[in-house]
């Protein structure tokens, strides 16, 4: 149907990270301000000089999900799990190397808007009054309850465990092995014990209708298109600052320990909540891009230097953490046209 609507998974902190840039533009908030100035309550555990720029490069140490609570669906939603992130204490010295905030950055990026906004709006608000609306883009971060559920696409996720088996070779083998290992940072991150960032529960609007921003934002697919676009380009609805602008072009710089991503174990490169190309992993026409993959093949993001935004998203899970073969062909003939 041509108004379908789809959950993208992890793309969703793509476009919190974009509600926060809007708000640095508006002057709300500085990204290398510590994230206590913005948020008292953040200042225990050793967390006291975490900056907004480790926060949203993934620097923190507050990945794991075991210490935070989680009972029920709603303890994923902001003003539940912010305040459980509050109060715990880093995986390792903040600022000395990176790895995966999967389930807790949409959460500590939505904390930061009701902070800093003067309106004190939620990330669901502000991103819907400040972006989608203007632009007249569908996307939300927590879906409304008039939008009725046959709209909403049903994303198929691994069908059979034959079919995990066999596909296995697609993961990076230290990750595979992370997972296999309970203790490890990698499952204590990426694995949810009680199942409620199971695949089949992102077709529910239990999980879809709070606002968790890591992973459950749903919406048009050229819609989500068009929002990347009107950041590269600078729509003048926006009102992108220039150092905003520049901010979000500038290359990711890595933390101490270098690029290596201690809960997924590969390298990756993180800046402003956003991917970022690198020698490891090209998207874009430079490293002026930035974006966000998705579980199971999704992926957006805006190339500043080709003028575009670009948006990919799936009703059957791919195998991989990034470069779906479907997102990656889709991609390719997106930039043979523009060479064209």
């Known amino acids: 149907m041509e108004d379908t609507l789809i959950v993208v998974f992890s793309a969703t902190k793509g476009f919190a990270a974009l509600a926060l840039a809007v708000a640095h533009s508006r002057g709300y908030i500085d990204y290398d301000e510590k994230v206590a100035a913005y948020w ?14 480790q926060l949203l490069a993934h620097q923190a140490g507050l990945c794991s999900l075991d210490r935070l609570h ?9 003003a539940s799990l912010a305040k459980n992130i509050a109060g715990a204490k880093p995986e390792w010295e903040p600022g000395s190397r990176h790895g995966y905030h999967a389930w807790t950055v949409g959460g500590l990026i939505g904390e930061l808007v009701r902070r800093v906004d003067p309106a004190h709006r939620t990330l669901r608000q502000f991103f819907e009054e400040e972006i989608a609306n203007p632009l007249h883009a569908q996307f939300y971060i927590g879906l409304p309850e008039s939008i009725p559920s046959t709209r909403l696409a049903i994303v198929k996720g691994v069908d059979h465990p034959i079919q995990l ?9 230290k990750l595979l092995l992370g997972f296999l290992n309970p203790k490890s940072l990698t499952s204590r991150s990426l694995v949810d014990p009680k199942k409620f960032v199971a695949n089949k529960n992102f077709n529910t609007r239990s999980l879809l209708s709070i ?6 934002g749903v919406g048009q697919v050229r819609d989500m298109a068009k929002i990347y676009s009107a950041f590269a380009l600078r729509d003048s609805q926006l009102n992108i600052k220039t150092d905003t602008f520049k901010e979000l072009m500038k290359p990711a710089f890595p933390p101490a320990c270098g690029f290596y991503d201690y809960v997924n174990r590969i390298e990756l490169a993180y800046s402003l909540g956003f991917w970022k190309p690198f020698y490891g ?9 930035f974006g966000h993959p998705g579980a199971g093949g999704s992926f957006c993001f805006a190339d500043p230097d080709a003028k575009i935004g670009f948006a990919y998203a799936m009703n059957k899970f791919g195998f991989g953490m990034a470069d779906d073969p479907r997102e990656v ?6 930039y043979r046209s523009l060479d064209r």
């Open 211 to 216: 606002e968790f921003a890591s992973g459950n």
């Open 329 to 334: 062909a889709l991609r390719n003939a997106v």
């Open 40 to 53: 008292p309550e953040f200042a225990q555990e050793g967390k006291e000089d975490i900056t907004v720029r």
């Open 70 to 78: 989680i009972n029920q669906i709603e303890d994923l939603d902001t």
């Open 165 to 173: 088996f066999l596909n296995l070779h697609k993961f990076p083998k």
């Open 281 to 289: 992993y090209q998207f874009g026409s430079s490293d002026h891009a």
